[in-house]
């Protein structure tokens, strides 16, 4: 294998895919990527078998072939590399030299009948989706993805389609962020997909590439591809929870208050709970909403604001970050919150018609 | 005519079993009935108890019956069909053998017994009360026999004085259930408590569907099979991997020749072959059948039969630690990453296991916790801010110094600690704040934890948690504390119900609360390596002067160990 390649159209896909890379591997093919040169081509193929992306570069093919090399030291090298054409070839036992200006680097690759092989996809299957539209829906709910690994049905994004329209949601068992839109495009699926939090963040990183997003699903995978990247994320087996079951339909306490106001007065007021104790006590009544955060250690605080509202008396108390996490990544000036009594979930909304409803449960008190 | 098959035993072999009181609790009456039932070859038998046995134990068996004649026998004192000679004590294999369980227990309550054997027309219903029989006749039953034990100790007031509450006396009936009948899987054992039905294993099982029935299915869900032998000894059954541990000897069964017994021995063998896997004062469940020719164990040391002697133990004990050991060996083979890292203990690693030293090497243990113990109450005077940070240790341990000590600290038992103090002020301030669930987990929970979380459904309340019942041995759970908000909980569950189990042993409340706020704050901080920034380290030596060090933490691995520079410069020749 023999080519030139340019640094510039390299170093993207190399920093891309550093994080699909595993870094303490048992199987140290996987520390690799393997490079195929072909036809003024090359692929790149990242694996951690979970997420699996293959990457095309033009280049200049003098030999075709193929070879594997450590992910990392790769990308650290052409990062450093001083020239903007980079050579790249493989002599006897899988050594690659890199060379460009007057740097010449020797690595040992790894045979590429080693790496494993990237999963069939079918291009024909996969469909346009609006890129824009599925860069909201992960933003408004990957927060909210469970990091607890043993519950492994959600730690990913619920992804479901049915007749023109499209749904994500996301619980870590305390809250869920859930989005729905319409689509133009038919989308196939037969019941809903987990995708894994991992992958949404690779499928996040490739939605600047240019040209449009296209995905589908090939038997327990999801495929997507966008510009000159095609990545395919293996979906969580198991059951999401039926979860518009635990959105409330009969919340009658309305709300509506200033996003900022009450975001900064959290802040202030959960200043004095300390990082496990997350607690803070809303007491709402006519017009007003006061604060309220009690430490054994530290001390109280209150903070009292003004709102929109003119129902009965009530207390409910919330973990303060489920509270952030969602006023963080809102953008409307006023956010509306539908409540009913002090042991049952309450409802975050924009007050704009755009799909989204976010559930949190209280705490008791 | 069937052919009586008891015989009155000679008074010298009576006297020369050891004497004492077979009816000391209604546990005990469950046990020598069931016993019997067993000696019988029954293959279904049922246990029906009210009040904690106080008001009625029931045993009915499908076993072989007895004649009439046989029957009215079994209520004279050493009247046993099992042994004849003496030398037939020395080959003791049936479960009882005695032949004074039903004529004591009858002497002390209102018994009845009905009995038939098959093919015979009709059976024989005898009435006993206080040792008086009152009235014999033909009755009606099915084949086998069922035994009534009213108004236990109803002439013996002293005795019924000494009995616990109903809940404290059906655990122990459900302890010797569950030794029986995992002793038993073939047979099936249904135990009901008035109208709960505390076990119902079908028969045929095998020992680990017994288990499941006995101990919850998730428990058994991650056991490891143990099995070796050697010299005659046999080992079998199956251990926990280092994840499920109990405070207490608990989750230990072990059986000697399907016996049900009790031995120091056999716990510290199997502690031993853990080695460093588990911390300090916990212990694994492991259910063990240890089978050895009859003539190497002394069964008959202890009246309830509970203990042994072995004739070589240490050989035994051996057997018992290798088959283990190997057992946690392959596991860990087969999955290397398991979990064997993540747990620590006070007992040193380095002790090579010769068999001579098993005696000795406890000694070592005891003399390294007591050191340790001195290293933990000497932690009162430093002044943790004044600390100089050093460095740390495999992302483990902080290492710091002052002008004459050098400390090595543990950086998990120290997040714990302090999580501890924070939990135990919350807790009595104004009780832990729960965090509801979105949607509630269902935990499936052994019968004895039914029982204990049933009564105690409150206090978790206070801890937190919000349980409800969902029928059988299901609960779901709606609530958990705030503090552990993010992390698993259903293990934590289990713990507790442990911990409320054993809530009647503890000496006052207060130490079993302490107990179960030791474990919500083991399980809310992040176990295993981090490395700690320099703010990290001094905002935890920060908490760690604000916490009182000489409270109560009996529970607890020393946070901190320290050398003086003297002794490092003695170690070093330097002096
Ligand atoms: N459930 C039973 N089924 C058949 N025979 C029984 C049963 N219970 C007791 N017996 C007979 O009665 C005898 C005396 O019983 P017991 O007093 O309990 O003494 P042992 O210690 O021998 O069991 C037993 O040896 C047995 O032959």
């Given amino acids: ?365 | 005519m069937i052919k009586s098959k008891i015989k009155v035993m000679p008074p010298d072999l009576a006297a020369k079993i050891a004497a004492g009181e077979v009816v000391e609790r209604p546990a005990s009456v469950v046990k020598e009935l069931v016993e019997n039932s067993l000696d019988a070859g029954a293959a279904d038998i049922s246990i029906h108890i009210v009040d904690g046995g106080k008001k009625l134990i029931r045993v009915y068996d499908n076993g072989e019956g007895m004649s009439r004649e046989d029957a009215v026998l079994a209520f004279e004192r050493h009247a046993t069909s099992k042994i004849l000679k003496d030398d037939d004590l020395c080959s003791i294999s049936t479960m009882g053998f005695r032949g004074e369980a039903l004529p004591s227990i009858a002497s002390v309550s209102d018994a009845m017994v009905a009995t038939k054997v098959a093919g015979e027309i009709a059976g024989t219903r005898i009435r006993v009360r206080g040792g008086k029989i009152e009235d014999i006749s033909d009755f009606g039953c099915p084949d086998g026999t069922t035994v009534e034990v009213r108004d236990i100790f109803f002439n013996v007031p002293a005795r019924l004085k000494f009995l616990r509450s109903n809940a404290a006396e059906m655990g122990r009936i459900q302890d010797v259930v569950h030794h029986l009948s995992l002793a038993n899987p073939d047979i099936r054992f249904k135990l009901t408590h008035g109208k709960n039905i505390l076990l119902n294993a079908s028969a045929n099982s095998d020992l680990k569907t017994r288990a499941c029935d006995i101990l919850g299915t998730d428990i058994m869900r991650g056991v490891i099979p143990v099995e070796g032998n050697g010299g005659g000894v046999s080992v079998m059954g199956f251990v926990s991997n280092s994840n499920i541990t109990y405070p207490t000897t608990k989750g230990v069964f072990v059986f000697v020749n399907k016996r049900w017994i009790r031995d120091k021995g056999i716990n510290y063998a199997i502690l031993q072959a853990y080695k460093n896997m588990l911390m300090r004062d916990r212990y694994p469940l492991a259910v063990l059948f240890i089978s050895l020719p009859p003539e190497d164990v002394d069964v008959n040391v202890h009246p309830a039969k509970t203990e042994v002697r072995f004739k070589n133990p240490r050989f035994i004990y051996d057997v018992i630690s290798d088959a283990i050991r190997n057992a946690i060996l392959q596991k860990n083979k087969d999955y290397p990453d398991g979990t064997v890292t993540a747990l620590h203990t006070s007992v040193p690693q380095d002790r090579i296991r010769e068999p001579a030293i098993h005696y000795q090497t406890q000694d070592i243990a005891d003399r390294q916790a007591a050191l340790f113990e001195k290293a933990f109450h000497g932690t009162n005077g430093i002044s943790f801010p004044e600390l100089n940070f050093v460095g740390q240790l495999w992302d483990e341990y902080i290492i710091c110094n002052d002008e004459s000590m050098f400390y090595i600290i543990d950086q998990h038992a120290a997040a714990e600690r302090i999580a501890f103090e924070r939990i135990r002020k919350e807790y009595y301030s104004y009780g832990i704040r729960g965090q509801i669930l979105l949607v509630p987990e269902i935990i499936e929970v052994s019968a004895a934890e039914k029982e204990a979380l049933d009564s105690s459904i409150d206090v978790i309340k206070d801890l937190g948690f919000e349980i409800e019942q969902f029928g059988g041995n299901t609960f779901i759970l709606k609530a958990v504390p705030e503090i552990l908000s993010g992390r698993g909980c259903s293990g934590l569950l289990k713990d507790m119900t442990e911990e409320i189990c054993s809530f009647g042993k503890a000496a006052r409340i207060e130490d079993a609360i302490d107990a179960i706020l030791v474990k919500l704050a083991c399980h809310s901080v992040i176990r295993g390596r981090r490395k700690l920034t320099r703010d990290e380290v001094v905002s935890l030596f920060k908490q760690l002067s604000e916490v009182d060090f000489a409270s109560n933490c009996p529970h607890g691995r020393p946070v901190v160990k320290m050398f003086s520079k003297t002794e490092i410069e003695t170690m070093l020749k330097r002096r």
């Fill in chain 1, 1 to 365: 294998m023999k080519l030139t390649i340019q640094k510039n159209n390299l170093i993207k896909t190399l920093q891309n895919i550093q994080s699909i890379v595993e870094r303490k591997v048992t199987l140290p093919i996987l520390s690799n990527i393997k490079l195929v040169a072909d036809n003024n081509k090359i692929e790149i193929y990242a694996t951690n078998i979970e997420t699996s992306c293959k990457s095309t570069i033009p280049a200049e093919i003098k030999k075709s072939g193929d070879i594997t090399i450590n992910a990392r030291k790769f990308f650290e090298i052409t990062k450093e590399l001083p020239e903007e054409n980079i050579e790249i070839s493989v002599g006897e036992n899988s050594r690659i030299t890199i060379k460009s200006g007057k740097s010449r680097f020797n690595i040992n690759g790894l045979p590429a009948s080693e790496f494993p092989s990237f999963p069939e996809y079918n291009e024909g299957v996969l469909t346009v989706i609006d890129t824009e539209v599925v860069k909201e829906m992960i933003d408004r709910t990957i927060f909210a993805v469970s990091t607890e690994e043993y519950r492994h049905n959600i730690t990913g994004i619920f992804f479901e389609a049915e007749e023109g329209k499209v749904k994500m949601a996301a619980t870590d068992g305390y809250r869920l962020a859930s989005i729905e839109k319409p689509t133009e495009t038919e989308i196939k699926l037969n019941k809903g997909v987990i995708i894994p939090r991992r992958g949404i963040l690779e499928i996040k990183k490739i939605l600047d590439n240019e040209g449009s997003l296209l995905a589908g699903i090939t038997d327990n995978s999801m495929a997507f591809k966008k510009g000159n990247t095609v990545l395919i994320i293996r979906l969580i087996e198991g059951e999401f929870p039926s979860y518009g079951q635990v959105i409330p339909k009969d919340n009658n306490k309305l709300i509506t208050i200033s996003r900022e106001v009450l975001a900064s007065a959290i802040r202030r007021v959960s200043v004095l709970s300390s990082d496990k104790i997350r607690g803070i006590k809303f007491s709402i009544s006519k017009g007003k909403m006061s604060l309220y955060s009690n430490n054994p250690d530290l001390g109280d605080a209150l903070e009292e604001i003004d709102i929109k509202y003119d129902g009965d008396d009530m207390e409910v108390a919330f973990n303060v970050d489920y509270m952030l996490d969602v006023l963080n990544i809102l953008y409307t000036n006023n956010i509306n919150l539908e409540l009913k009594d002090s042991g049952s979930a309450g409802i975050i909304k924009t007050g704009l018609d755009d799909g989204y409803t976010y559930v949190i449960m209280p705490m008791r008190v």
